[in-house]
């Protein structure tokens, strides 16, 4: 078997392999690459710990843990530890609302103002008019607004009540723009049409049927769960705080953890088109309405999204991506061969992202070929310093003399709190929740605030508004994947 191994390199360092590799190179061999690469490209990348599972032809014919779930206590990560899954959530959300339609309880084409009627977007053609399959495709033309995640903790009530405030990017069923806030309403209609709990039907529709044991949607489980994981940046051994964002988000992807155990039980269902281990979990029917590519994402690459899932006909497999502060997921299969693979890990790297490109290659493809470029990149990452957050000093007496009443409270209707304040005289801090910085001046009333979030560095351009009366009367902010907000002075 090394013999092979070392032939199989010495091949991928020169011109990569011809077809006639699937003639040679068995199974077995495949996985022995695979996991060859995979210890390489951890260590080199400086990653803290790391679950992968294969299927393959409907086999699991790989699953290993590798690395700590905690580091300084040299902890290992194990098939029962849990990992943050993140977006891989959405998919689970999708099954169930799935499972509603077999019941003939809720209908995808139908209004969500049918089940909600207190929902209410900007756009009140969108408002009358979307369906519960625009929520599941982010065909709605509600903007990201990404920031607000890490914002107010909102519940369900808080959160209806301030989506008609959030902006939209063109108009309804324009193009494609992901919203994790369209996936928490999913699960509010799921929820209204049951009459139970969206953590229930995650329970007693799936994690249950399925035997994913050590899957959780509330993210207190994990976080007195024995065996759960410490999150790290890039450099592997910087610690990020846990961070479960508002109840309201769950559907989407904010609070679920799961195990490789359980994460390849679930892989292996969707290998095989639905069916695990001879056992109708879903009909093909749902199977193939929730992989349909119903909206374009990526054009150029021929992308599409489905309920839940990215279709990517380039590559002809079905995946989707999952990243929480400090932990990345993702999970890609195709059904034709009976195979899927699923990563977990508890670091903020690409890494994850490169071994399943891999992965798919040489299982699917039969190309052995390595990307030096991305493999120098994860290096590059895993080795690059955080800068420290510098504090400006605004030196200008004219500007500082309309800055006189900056210092206070900003709220706006759906993002929440900013506060300013005076460090001293010529010095200003910032703070949105969780970011938190310094203030420099541009020109004019204008600024840039350069904050620090346990996500890493990050920086809001603002404006200071004035009323006729020259006083300050809120600040105009800049923050990405939204129009500008205005926030008023409290």
């Given amino acids: 078997m090394k013999t092979k191994i070392l032939l199989l390199l010495l091949s991928v360092s020169t011109l990569g392999f011809c077809q006639q590799t699937e003639n040679i190179y068995s199974t077995k061999d495949k996985v022995d690459y695979f996991a060859k690469i995979t210890d390489t490209l951890r260590q080199s ?17 790989f699953k290993e843990v590798f690395g700590y779930r905690d580091v300084k206590n040299r902890l290992p990560v194990t098939n029962n530890t849990l990992f943050e899954i993140a977006s891989l959530t959405k998919a689970f959300t999708g099954v169930i609302a799935s499972q509603l339609e077999k019941q ?7 209004k969500v103002v049918k089940y909600l009627p207190d929902f209410k977007l900007q756009d009140d053609y969108a408002t009358q008019n979307a369906t519960l399959k625009d929520l599941f495709t982010h065909n709605v033309g509600l903007a990201q607004h990404f920031y607000m995640i890490y914002g107010p903790q909102l519940t369900k009530s808080e959160l209806l009540e301030r989506i008609p405030f959030l902006s939209f ?15 928490a309403v999913a699960g509010m209609v799921e929820e209204r049409v049951t009459n139970r709990t969206w953590h229930e039907l995650m329970k007693d529709s799936i994690f249950t049927p399925l035997g994913m044991n050590h899957s959780f949607t509330k993210f207190d489980d994990f976080l007195n769960y024995k065996d759960m994981t410490i999150s790290y940046k890039n450099d592997g051994s910087t610690v990020i705080p846990h961070h479960g964002t508002s109840e309201a988000n769950a559907p989407s992807g904010n609070t679920t953890t799961s195990t490789i155990n359980d994460m390849a039980i679930w892989a ?8 695990l281990d001879g056992k109708e979990f879903l009909t093909k029917k749902q199977f193939d309405y929730l992989t349909s590519p119903f909206v374009v994402r990526y054009p150029s690459a021929k992308g599409f999204y489905g309920i839940g899932w990215n279709i990517d006909a380039e590559r002809n497999v079905i995946y989707h991506k999952g990243s929480s502060p400090g932990q990345r997921s993702i999970l890609t299969f195709q ?3 009976g195979y899927a693979i699923v990563i977990l890990t ?23 070929r390595r990307s030096s470029d991305y493999e120098k990149a994860i290096v590059r990452i895993a080795n690059t310093k955080e800068s420290i957050l510098e504090t400006y000093t605004i030196k200008d007496d004219l500007v500082l003399e309309e800055l006189r009443n900056l210092n206070g409270r900003y709220v706006h209707p759906a993002y929440g709190t900013i506060e300013i304040d005076n460090i001293n005289k010529k010095q200003f ?8 910085g310094s203030i420099k001046h541009n020109k004019e009333l204008e600024f840039t605030a350069y904050v620090d979030h346990f996500m890493g560095k990050d920086k809001f351009k603002f404006r200071v508004l004035k009323g006729e009366d020259r006083s300050i009367v809120g600040i105009e902010v800049h923050m990405p994947y939204s129009v500008p907000l205005n926030f008023v002075k409290n």
């Fill in 335 to 337: 059904p034709s061969e």
């Fill in 429 to 436: 801090s910032f703070k949105y929740y969780g970011f938190k």
């Fill in 169 to 183: 990017n063109g108009s309804f069923r324009e193009n494609f723009l992901y919203n994790n806030f369209m996936y």
């Fill in 45 to 61: 990348g400086k990653n803290p710990g790391m679950a992968v599972a294969i299927i393959y032809k409907n086999q699991l014919v």
């Fill in 268 to 275: 292996k269902m969707l290998a095989n088109s639905g069916n």
């Fill in 346 to 368: 508890n670091q903020e790297s690409p890494l994850p992202f490169l071994l399943e490109d891999y992965a798919n290659k040489i299982f699917l493809e039969n190309d052995f």
């Fill in 104 to 110: 003939n309880k809720l209908n995808w084409d139908d």
